[in-house]
């Protein structure tokens, strides 16, 4: 999954290529290390290197918007998400069938989620600009509420 | 439980908030489409933060077993608030073995109970406490997860396997009442003993008709009656040696339940010395009541270091009733328990020494001093064995994997040939 965002980052803009490769070959290390030796601090480092080498294609490229940003974000989460599964079998217990069915399950929604809501962010930065004092106080509002939500259900 | 957050969710935090702001920074829309799908694992991530609120209890099938035997564990558990993955251990002592895999992982929804049975194999003797279970509740992407111990402990008594003994000791004399031992003492029973001339008093169905004819007179058939005998185990518990899960106190405790079992179970009293760091006594008694508080404090049985002097004045009398036949399981590694032996010896008890030998459990060492120290030690027990055959007392070594029979009939040949001699 690393890989394909890699090679994805780098075929984007060829001038970058190297730096690309560099960065997202120490995301690369930085992941093993974290499989190798269980450390989990280590994959967001791992994640942001890969990130951060994507951007920089992006940010090179041109300005036209990559449609493809979605993909390569849903990617990253199920990258995460599976060095963190992968790290908890590391003690192993056996599991009914059902409880790894579940945490599939999870993982697939999750990644399927964030693709929409990445999806949601390219679609409506391409949408044409609404300007107004009603358009920015309900963008406030919203941008409020969602953290107002995001601070409640973090201290439950 | 405590709780405990997986570090990626601060990462993807972290990921977030660096990616809106570098995306507004830098005007581009696709580094916050990166960062969007972060953002919403975390909001996801504190959403399900529940603590599982796990109601356990723990249950085996019997508080008693015997070696070799299976129990069952019984694990019950409840969740209000329901838990994605919940991984469930039991501890076990060494003396326990799981035949089903340990720990396990399972899945419970809100509200739900459910029952998890784990067979356990007794592989050695032993007072074990079985439990608590540990639990550890995941929810369903692992973001947070809650670890404690829940319910309480178990108990569990498993017995030393008992050991087929053809023949036992018999002691030089018996008690008063009535058993299966043959005494010497003259009287009714069933054994031939003696013929002598008829008294007063003599019952006409005890008459030798035969030997009357022949003689003239009445004369009447003696017998040796069945008593029975008070015996006492006297456990050393001064020092052990082990290896590998056994040792001298395991051979000790085996070969005490065996004795116990078979001299109880023909109507004799057997009683318990444990003399050692820790001395404990238990006053001979019959019945199958006294086997189980003879296998309980056995099981209780352990090695004490100590360096106070001690001596069998330190005992009840009762503990030690006159003519019984005490019978030591020594390793003979401490001059302590040999001096009180040797105190008893001399105090007119007939005594046995059964030494559980520490040889096979010793490691000699490599070298020329290992090897003479291994040497020089052997020899001191060569002494300590003279020591007590000087004093009359029948010492006989009995090693790992040789049966019980062995020293005993040894013993006995030991006393047929050489008696005690008495004031």
């Known amino acids: ?156 | 439980m405590t709780l405990a957050s997986s570090p990626r969710l601060a990462g993807y935090v972290g990921l977030a908030a660096l990616g809106l702001i570098v995306g507004l920074a830098v005007g581009r829309v696709e580094i916050v489409a990166l960062a969007a799908p972060f953002a919403l694992a975390a909001v996801v991530g504190a959403a399900l933060k529940r603590e599982p609120q796990l109601e356990a209890s723990l249950a085996l099938d019997r508080e008693r077993a015997l070696e070799g035997d299976e129990v069952v564990a019984a694990i019950e558990l409840r969740t209000e608030a329901g838990a994605a993955r919940l991984d469930v251990f039991l501890p076990l002592p060494d003396e326990l073995e799981a035949t089903r895999p340990n720990p396990r992982g399972i899945r419970l929804a809100a509200g739900e109970s459910r029952t998890l049975e784990l067979p356990l194999r007794c592989v050695r003797w032993g007072a074990l406490g079985v439990g608590p279970a540990l639990v550890r509740a995941r929810d369903a992407l692992g973001f947070h997860s809650w670890e404690g111990r829940v319910g309480h402990s178990a108990a569990l008594r498993v017995y030393p396997s008992v050991e087929t003994l053809h023949a036992l000791l018999p002691p030089l004399e018996t008690q008063v009442f009535i058993g299966n031992q043959v005494s010497r003492a003259k009287g009714e029973g069933v054994e031939f003993a003696d013929i002598r001339a008829w008294t007063p008093g003599d019952r006409v169905r005890r008459i030798n008709w035969r030997v009357s004819a022949r003689r003239g007179e009445l004369h009447v058939n003696e017998e040796h009656p069945e008593r029975n005998t008070d015996v006492v185990l006297f456990l050393d518990t001064f020092a052990e040696v082990e290896h590998a899960g056994r040792g001298t106190l395991d051979l000790a405790v085996r070969a005490a339940t065996s004795l116990a079992h078979r001299y109880l179970g023909r109507k004799d009293r057997v009683g318990l010395v444990s003399f050692g760091g820790f001395l404990s006594w238990l006053f001979p008694a019959s019945g199958t009541l006294q086997l189980y508080k003879i296998v309980d404090s056995l099981l209780q049985m352990d090695i004490v270091l100590t360096f106070a002097a001690k001596g069998v004045d330190f005992l009840p009398p009762r503990t030690l009733p006159p003519k019984a036949l005490v019978i030591a399981l020594t390793p003979l590694l401490d001059t302590r328990s040999a001096s009180a032996l040797l105190d008893l010896r001399a105090r007119g008890f007939d005594l046995v020494v059964i030494e559980v030998s520490p040889v096979p459990f010793v490691d000699p060492g490599k070298g020329e001093l290992a090897d003479l120290s291994y040497r020089l030690w052997r020899l001191s027990r060569e002494s300590l064995r003279a020591r007590y055959q000087r004093a009359g007392v029948p010492v006989v070594e009995w090693q790992d994997g040789v049966p019980l029979n062995v020293p005993l009939e040894e013993v006995a040949a030991f006393r047929r040939y050489a008696r005690p001699a008495r004031a």
Do not use: K, N
Request: proline share 3%; charged share 10%.
């Open chain 1, 1 to 156: 999954m690393y890989a394909a965002v890699l090679a994805d980052a780098i075929a984007r803009d060829p001038r970058l290529a190297v730096v690309t490769a560099v960065l997202g070959g120490l995301g690369f290390l930085l992941l093993a290390f974290m499989l190798v030796l269980g450390w989990q601090g280590s994959l967001a480092a791992a994640l942001l290197l890969l990130g951060g080498a994507y951007a920089g294609a992006v940010v090179v490229h041109g300005a036209s918007v990559d449609e493809r940003a979605p993909l390569v974000a849903v990617g990253l989460l199920l990258c995460g998400e599976l060095a963190s599964w992968s790290l908890e079998e590391r003690i192993h217990v056996v599991a009914e069938r059902g409880v790894v069915r579940a945490r599939a399950v999870a993982v697939a929604s999750l990644c399927g989620a964030g693709l929409v809501a990445s999806a949601l962010v390219i679609a409506v930065a391409g949408a044409p600009a609404v300007r107004g004092l009603a358009p920015t106080a309900v963008g406030a509002l919203a941008a409020v509420a969602a953290i107002a939500l995001a601070i409640r259900l973090a201290r439950r």
